[in-house]
């Protein structure tokens, strides 16, 4: 319950594993609670749902067969005593979950006890809108270059399907692009696979295939027509089974879907990471899309402009450069310190030319095993926060660290993260 007297109560069928709601009103003059019909919302067991004053609602429970959390947030409308719930999406493993929140909606706490054993487990999240957190804080972020900018990024982005084995071979997310835009993603890493009749993105080998691209830009498409005033970063690199040709099918696929929103005026003299947020998205959302090797330098096409790494020997050709050196591990205290100690060292130039401008610094906190990806993110996703808000950033050198980068992003409330060093929170 509220403080304006608006309740909320799940609970699981007495036959079935499904899960209803009521909406309720106190009538303070009559001591009772009127309340809604009863809906069935989703499948599962031991749900638990909390409120605040604005009547935006966090619901979580346990998979009816899995030891898997799930969560859905939503709006009550107490004119109708019915609630408009998102999509459920996992968050955790275990059981018996529980959530609460305060009441002014700033924060959200739950508990759970583990999938396996007796001991139990809690995580906060703040409460944001994370389709709109660059929109949302315009007044703070708006004078400011994406190179001043910390933003929530995603390791093969596109593997949320995860090829032969969707548990485990090649899965890095659980997320669609949509949601992960929804939830406040803001620079993706897609890597592109022709099979002689469609595109499709993928991981490592051309046989763990996740989605047709298609389904990708659909979903990018989806996001940008809701109106928001979000910036995000679409790169393209590791194409498999391409050429020259295949490369601008690959592009015409792009423009079609998200020609409107294509980011493809670049001021003289300016570099994509030193144009304030506000200029690009003055007329609304924007997609940046970059594209690695020789195949937007030979095809040039506008909107589609030219990455490179920091550590490239051809560098000079990059309309947006990036230091990106992973770990390459599977231990987390390895992978901790040696990119911690990548951020400490930066100092905004290229390998190979000193006076050339690396445009952002991207912290791979990520670990590497040959498969079972989920298993090793686990520490490294539960440890970002503790470890990333005591990091000084800017560094002794002046630079940021602009993109955190990760598999499972919305295990390690990384949203969250960057809105603390942005200075949001």
Not at 26 to 39: A, E, L
Not at 194 to 210: L, N, P, Q
Not at 398 to 425: P, Q
Request: charged content about 20%; aromatic content about 12%; overall charge negative.
């Amino acid at each position: 319950m509220n403080n304006n007297g608006t309740l909320v109560e799940v609970h699981k069928s007495q036959t079935y594993s499904t899960i209803w709601y009521h909406v309720g009103v106190i009538d303070k003059n009559n001591k009772r609670i009127n309340w809604g019909p009863s809906y069935q919302y989703d499948d599962g067991v031991h749900p638990s749902i909390a409120i605040t004053d604005d009547n935006f609602v966090i619901e979580v429970h346990k998979s009816e067969t899995w030891g898997t959390l799930w969560q859905r947030v939503g709006t009550v409308d107490t004119n109708n005593k019915t609630i408009n719930f998102s999509a459920s999406s996992q968050f955790d493993n275990g059981q018996r979950p529980s959530v609460a929140c305060a009441f002014n909606g700033s924060m959200a706490i739950q508990t759970h006890q583990s999938q396996t054993f007796t001991t139990l487990w809690s995580s906060t999240s703040l409460i944001t809108n994370g389709s709109d957190w660059m929109g949302d804080h315009l007044s703070v972020l708006g004078n400011k270059t994406l190179k001043e900018i910390a933003l929530p990024a995603s390791h093969d982005s596109g593997m949320y399907i995860g090829g032969l084995d969707p548990a485990v071979l090649g899965k890095t997310q659980v997320l669609n692009i949509y949601e992960q835009l929804s939830y406040g993603i803001r620079y993706y890493d897609l890597r592109p696979y022709w099979d002689g009749s469609d595109f499709y993105i993928y991981h490592g080998f051309d046989f763990i295939k996740g989605p047709k691209l298609s389904e990708v830009l659909a979903d990018i498409q989806k996001f940008m027509n809701e109106g928001h005033r979000e910036v995000a970063i679409f790169k393209f690199s590791h194409y498999n089974s391409f050429s020259n040709d295949i490369y601008k099918k690959m592009v015409d696929a792009i423009q079609s879907s998200l020609g409107q929103w294509l980011f493809t005026t670049l001021p003289s003299n300016t570099r994509l990471a030193d144009i304030p947020l506000n200029d690009y998205v003055r007329d609304g959302g924007k997609a940046l899309v970059v594209c690695d090797e020789d195949y937007p330098v030979n095809n040039p096409r506008s909107g589609f402009w030219v990455y490179r790494d920091w550590s490239s020997t051809t560098a000079n050709k990059g309309d947006l450069r990036v230091f990106d050196v992973y770990s390459n591990t599977t231990d987390y205290e390895t992978m901790k310190n040696d990119q911690l100690q990548k951020f400490k060292d930066y100092n905004g130039k290229c390998k190979h030319d000193p006076n050339l401008p690396c445009d952002l610094f991207l912290l791979s906190w990520t670990l590497t095993p040959i498969t079972f990806v989920w298993e090793f993110s686990k520490v490294a996703n539960k440890n970002l926060a503790s470890v990333i808000t005591q990091v000084a950033n800017p560094n002794s050198h002046g630079c940021y660290l602009n993109l955190v980068y990760l598999d499972y992003v919305e295990f390690a409330r990384v949203t969250d993260v960057t809105l603390i060093m942005n200075g949001l929170v």
